[in-house]
């Protein structure tokens, strides 16, 4: 997530409650390295608590009004890039008279109305514009941005390699929320006292076996079963032929 994305789209004005929702969840899951937003379905209804075609309707305003633009992702979750920083004459592809009017509060397409410019024009329901989230988004968000904190560079790259590992042997999964996976990497490495290299290493182990490679396809089923998993990773390791530790020491 990046604070910055989330600093601006808090601020921005966005002229519709339900779309404001929104451009909030996409900022949640910014990711700053390339400008995108990897939004699933499953994601922003839990995040919004709103409904499907709420939503749909939503995104499609932030990319008429030239807040948002969509990237081509074929097979997986629609990927949005955010216009942070950019002054309204370069938002929305030249069309000032969209996000320009955004700013400074004088909406030309809010409420489907046409474009003057004028408030007496607006049709439809009063717009209601929020300069801050409404409350209940506001305090989702600060619990995840403390959970974000914690986070490392590389509990996020070894989500990735984790999906990338999954979708080589189940190619239709659908994305998951990345930043919960990392943050079950987090769990895993401040309270069970695991390091990246024995995750990994215990991840792909599963990702290989006949067995556990339908049944270990996050970090969360990996937790679950870390224990079980090692013991039999080392006891592979020994090799069929090779007693384990334990029937050495019976043998002793």
Same mark, same amino acid.
């Given at each position: 997530?990046? +604070?910055?994305a989330m600093k601006w789209a808090k601020k921005v004005m966005v002229g519709k409650s339900? =779309?404001? =929702?929104? +451009? *909030? =969840? +996409? =900022?949640d899951i910014h990711h700053a390295e390339n400008n995108s937003c990897y939004a699933s379905e499953a994601n922003l209804v839990e995040f919004t608590e709103q409904n499907w075609k709420t939503i749909k309707k939503g995104i499609q305003y932030l990319v008429e009004v030239g807040i948002i633009t969509p990237k081509t992702r074929t097979g997986q979750a629609p990927n949005y890039r955010?216009? *942070?920083g950019e002054t309204p004459s370069k *938002? !929305? !592809?030249g069309k000032a008279g969209n996000c320009g009017n955004l700013r400074q509060g004088t909406p030309s397409k809010f409420g489907g109305g046409k474009e003057t410019g004028t408030p007496s024009k607006f049709s439809g329901t009063p717009l209601q514009i929020f300069p801050e989230p409404p409350p209940n988004l506001e305090d989702k968000q600060v619990n995840r941005l403390n959970e974000s904190d914690k986070l490392s560079g590389e509990d996020?790259?070894?989500a990735r390699w984790m999906l990338d590992r999954v979708l080589l042997i189940a190619p239709k999964t659908k994305t998951p929320n990345l930043d919960k996976w990392a943050n079950t990497i987090r769990l895993m490495r401040e309270r069970d006292g695991r390091e990246h290299r024995e995750i990994e290493s215990l991840f792909k182990f599963a990702n290989e076996h006949r067995f556990w490679a339908a049944n270990i396809r996050s970090p969360?089923? +990996?937790r679950d079963q870390f224990a079980t998993l090692d013991a039999q990773q080392r006891q592979a390791a020994n090799g069929p032929n090779q007693p384990s530790e334990q /029937? /050495?020491?019976l043998a002793i």
């Open positions: 997530m990046s +604070l910055e339900t =779309a404001k =929702a929104v +451009l *909030i =969840a +996409l =900022a955010l216009h *942070i *938002i !929305g !592809g996020m790259r070894l969360e089923k +990996l /029937r /050495r020491r």
